[in-house]
Each structure stands twice: as C-alpha cells, then as structure tokens.
C-alpha cells in the first residue's frame, strides 16, 4: 500500500499567494484529517472530513484557510490569501471508522514557508 | 482546554541506555497513545492504550496508562540509532472527539 500521499512535498510562497496543499489517503479510508505542525503549537487538528463530508472543522484558523473532498481518493487544504505566520508542515491522514481518530496514518507533510 | 505535558523536552542518551519518558494532563483521558515522528516524515502510531492501569508493549517499548487517567510513560529498552527522534503522546476523552497532542520529547542518540 502506497500509504497517504501529499504533494507538494515543500512550498515556497509570497505572501498574499494562494497555496493549495493535496492529500490521497488510502485507498478505503473514510476519514481524513488535516493537522498543522509548529513549533510553538505542536500538532493542531485543523479539520476532519467522514466519508467526504466534513465533520468538525473548529480548528480551521480563519475564514483564509478552506478544505475540500470532492471524493473518497482526494483532498485539498487551500489557503487564500497566505501569510507569514501560516508557514508551518502541514500533515494530512487517514483512516478506517470505527477506529476514527486513533488509528490514523499520516503522510509524509508538505514544508510551507510564506515569505 | 484539555493540556498535555511532556517532559523531558530533549534527551540525550548513549546507545543501549533505556528511556523513559512521560505525558501528564490537567484533565482525564479514556485513550493515550505515543506516536514517533522521524525527520522529514508524519507521526506513526507506536501504542494504543485504552485501559486505566493497562500495560502495553511492543518490541524494545513498553508503554503505561496512568490509573489517574491523567498520566501515561513510555520506555524504551536498550535503545538503538533509530530511536533517534520526536515522540509525541496524545489524548482522547471519548471515542469520537479529536485528539490532544503533546509538544513532544526529542531523543538524541549519542554514539
């Protein structure tokens, strides 16, 4: 199993640049996750998605940040406009309900710097 | 809101000592877990614990759920150059809420 795959990998950006961040999980996950890591704040559910539909969506910072899944194999994180305090490695996972939350595999993160 | 704490912040240990480390929390948690991260890549899943009092191991790591309920420790036996990295614990209270992680513990690995 080819495991959660995110692209890109790392992103540079200006500020005021819209970023799209890409997740498959996979293949027969229906939950997916969006976290964002930081130093200061660690690891931060952003938002979380059960068969497409998203369920909880109270970490999302701010009305800049926007997350869709228009399928089962497919979601994007979208931040428009960026700025600076957004640069952080932001993780997708997945998983199988019932185990929910607990049993998620994570992919490998995309490194954003806003600049 | 619902906190954890992980101390120590950083180790550094020689290879083959054991490790301990630990997670506390202001408030109750029905399921603690410990994950690793490595560098360059996304936190994976070492243990589960969903008991008060479970003790739970798997290979060299032995991981303890606090009867508390607010507290849980991780060991690691004999530790190798590929222990080197962030080991985060997180929380749970109910089965369907989100999970709390910790800041995490970075371990370095002295030659």
Redesign the interface.
């Known amino acids: 199993d080819a495991g ?1 795959i995110q692209s890109p990998r790392h992103e540079v950006t200006e500020m005021g640049q819209e970023v799209t961040l890409r997740c498959k999980p996979i293949s027969g996950h229906n939950s997916l996750f969006w976290y964002r890591q930081t130093m200061m704040r ?4 952003l938002i ?1 998605f059960n068969n497409n539909v998203p369920i ?1 969506d109270s ?1 999302m910072p701010e009305d800049r940040f926007s997350a869709k899944m228009p399928n089962a194999s497919f979601s994007t994180l979208k931040i428009q406009p960026s700025e600076p305090r957004d640069s952080a490695v932001y ?1 997708c ?1 997945s998983s199988l309900a ?1 185990q ?10 995309t490194r954003l710097t806003v600049v | 809101g619902q906190q954890l704490n992980q101390s120590p912040q950083s180790m550094f240990i020689q290879e083959g000592e054991d490790v301990s480390m630990n997670c506390t929390s202001s408030s109750i948690f029905n399921t603690w877990l410990w994950y690793k991260q490595d560098p360059g890549e996304g936190p994976v899943l070492l243990i589960a614990l969903y008991k008060a009092g479970e003790l739970t191991s798997n290979g060299r790591l032995t991981a303890q759920f606090g009867i508390t309920r607010k507290d849980s420790f991780l060991n690691i036996s004999a530790s190798i150059p590929s222990d080197v990295g962030i080991y985060f614990c997180a929380g749970q209270l109910r089965r369907d809420d989100k999970i709390i992680f910790g800041k995490g513990t970075r371990l370095h690995i002295l030659p």
Do not use: K, M, R, S
């Open positions: 959660v660690g690891l931060e559910l979380y909880d970490g993780f996972a019932p929910g939350y607990t049993e998620a595999f994570f992919g490998q993160g």
